[in-house]
């Protein structure tokens, strides 16, 4: 997973140097058709436009590239870290789950029949503080909005919204405290992927050097290579 979201983040780093290559090479095409004496204004404006199309494929060709390694990496670490997160967790047996299951219904009981909202919420507090293994801590979760939704009912003001995200935050805490060692870096690695998954993979400044280098629908190869050529092939098409 480690090397997998390396490779990812090496990649989107070097984007912009692969992006600049390609440039270098598409200038050098273009300068070349101004300084040609032998075209006309017209002529070299026909084959600009003929150039320009060719480097769009080009481009075409290094967006796709860039894509499908990265694409490759990240699908890859999230695999890993998902067939981790993903495993049968441990069954604890039937004895301590009934004992799990009668402690949730005799807390719920002691919260429905504590007339003190304050009081009720002491004692919820109590029994949170008192999960140590991720077998409860999971039963809990389940239970989690039957338990917490009289208690919080009942308070008022500041009291109540304080006291929503407490709880809010020990959902959340209760997913993740008791995972292993290894759990914990796929955890770490699968929120990392969500973070590449998000990124474009190139920065706003090629967007806006595309667009003026070979025209503003050009920018649309840098999010979706594929798209881009199919929108031309059906252009050309009813053009004929």
Known sequence: MKTNIENARVIL?????AY??????????????ERDRLLSDEGKRVKREEEQKELRAMLVDVVKELKQMYTSEVASARKQAEAILNRPKP???EKTAQQ???ELAELKTHLALTPNPARAKQLL???????DNAAKAEMVRAEFGTLVQPVLSRLGGDSALQANLQYRTLYDTLKTKFLTDEEREAQRALES??????????PDLVYTDVRNLLGVRAMRILDDPDAFVEVEEKQNEGSR
């Open 193 to 202: 992927v969500e973070a590449l998954e998000r990124s474009t993979l190139f």
């Open 100 to 102: 799990y299951r009668e």
């Open 13 to 17: 780093n070097g984007t912009t140097g």
């Open 125 to 131: 507090d109590e029994y949170f503080g008192k999960i």
């Open 91 to 93: 069954k604890i047996d």
């Open 20 to 33: 600049l290559k390609f440039k270098q090479e598409a200038q050098k095409r273009l300068s070349e058709i």
